[in-house]
């Protein structure tokens, strides 16, 4: 077989890409300093370096001094988050969130719209290009300033193809996602699922950026799941997700889940589920403080009161509360087993609620001692969720081509 040779072009974007992600890693740097971090010669960085300064993707943050040095002062560099915006799109139910913002996630204009379930999904797909093409101009972002759009959605996707294969709650069949958003805004548009998403950010914003073996886990309408292995999210070839929301745990008699099959763990901790458990519950005798906020009408426990009930100190409803914990614990419990991860991160609305996170971590200390707060973390992004994922999605492979 002939010698082919090297690429030098694609050796050039690869060292470029590396000096761009380690700045974000590890913050403004001289190029001396970027030459030792990634072996490259001082010439070849300084080079590489001026390229993407004359592209306006990082800038001269300042001079500081060496320390080894007298009178030598060195010149920091650092990414130039506002080079280029990103459309981030999330689709969940009930809502939609769409929001512009900056490679970094700042300077963030946020619009949500009601997720439609009863119209064709090329008709809401239509509505959400024409809400986003209003908050590009709201936000003053032009065509030539949009790096791209970024799409999170619940459930499996075909990313080359970019099309959504079951989104859970949302759509009962494929929907090519990527071809209807990217023929109404005229840019690239880039498709994944929620929580792998959401990993993504994690290692571009959060722990993943010193962390190399993760798993997340995410509670509220559903129950997903991510793995990062070794600084990379886990995919099959199948397309398939860590799917920890759709592990059986009831055996006999179990609730058809949206994903088809019966008995899943969302079936059961999954917001919905979980209030519809509280309202067959709810009663004088087994809640009684529970019953009272409710004025005696069970069917007043919707997933907006949950807040405002879980401040209620009420044995019964605790009881049934600390099953769903309990249940979390023991298939989260057999996932971190199994798989050893640096970290177990947490985010979603329900861990957000009162007494929620305390409960389930102690949950997994029952499981293993070793699972304790310094363990189980809740994400520093959880904040961000409805935008973060999608920008990580497009910021990672047009910004920082990995």
């Known amino acids: 077989m002939g010698y082919t040779g090297i690429n030098m072009e694609n050796v050039k974007s690869r060292n470029q890409s590396s000096i761009l992600k380690l700045l974000n890693d590890k913050g403004p740097m001289s190029r001396k300093d970027i030459a030792a971090q990634l072996g490259l010669t001082p010439a070849s960085v300084t080079v590489l370096c001026a390229a993407l300064l004359s592209d306006g993707m990082l800038y001269e943050v300042g001079e500081v001094q060496e ?238 009161d949950l807040p405002r009930l879980a401040e209620l100190d009420d044995p019964g409803m605790w009881k049934l509360l600390d099953e769903a914990f309990e249940m979390m614990a023991h298939v989260t419990g057999g996932m971190l087993t199994m798989l050893a991860p640096d970290r177990l991160i947490l985010y979603g609305n329900m861990f957000a609620l009162p007494h929620f996170l305390e409960r389930f971590r102690a949950a997994c200390k029952r499981y293993d001692p070793h699972y304790d707060e310094n363990y189980v973390v809740m994400s520093e992004l959880a904040g961000k969720i409805d935008y973060i994922g999608p920008l990580a999605i497009v910021a990672s492979e047009l910004f920082y081509q990995e």
């Open 67 to 304: 320390s080894n040095r007298v009178g030598r002062r060195k010149v920091l560099l650092d990414v130039n988050y506002e080079y280029r915006y990103v459309l981030s799109i999330c689709i969940e139910t009930p809502v939609t969130s769409l929001s512009i913002c900056d490679l970094h996630g700042e300077h963030c204009t946020t619009r949500k719209i009601q997720t439609d379930t009863e119209v064709p999904a090329e008709e809401f797909l239509k509505a959400v290009a024409d809400t986003g093409k209003v908050l590009m101009w709201e936000a003053g972002v032009r065509r030539s300033q949009l790096l791209g759009a970024g799409v999170s959605v619940p459930g499996p996707v075909d990313r080359r193809k970019g099309v959504s294969q079951h989104a859970y709650r949302i759509w009962d069949k494929p929907v090519p996602v990527v071809d209807c958003l990217q023929q109404a805004l005229d840019c690239p548009v880039l498709l994944e699922n929620n929580v792998r998403a959401f990993a993504q950010a994690e290692l571009l914003y959060g722990m993943g950026k010193t962390r190399r073996n993760l798993i997340f886990l995410k509670w509220g309408p559903g129950v997903g799941s991510a793995i990062v292995a070794d600084g990379h999210i886990y995919e099959s070839q199948a397309f398939k997700n860590a799917e920890i929301g759709h592990v059986r745990v009831v055996y006999r008699n179990g609730v058809r889940c949206y994903c088809g099959r019966r008995g899943c763990l969302e079936t059961m901790v999954a917001s919905h589920p979980l209030v519809r458990r509280l309202q067959e519950a709810c009663s004088p005798t087994a809640t009684p403080k529970l019953w009272q906020a409710v004025g005696g009408e069970p069917s007043e426990i919707t997933t907006r």
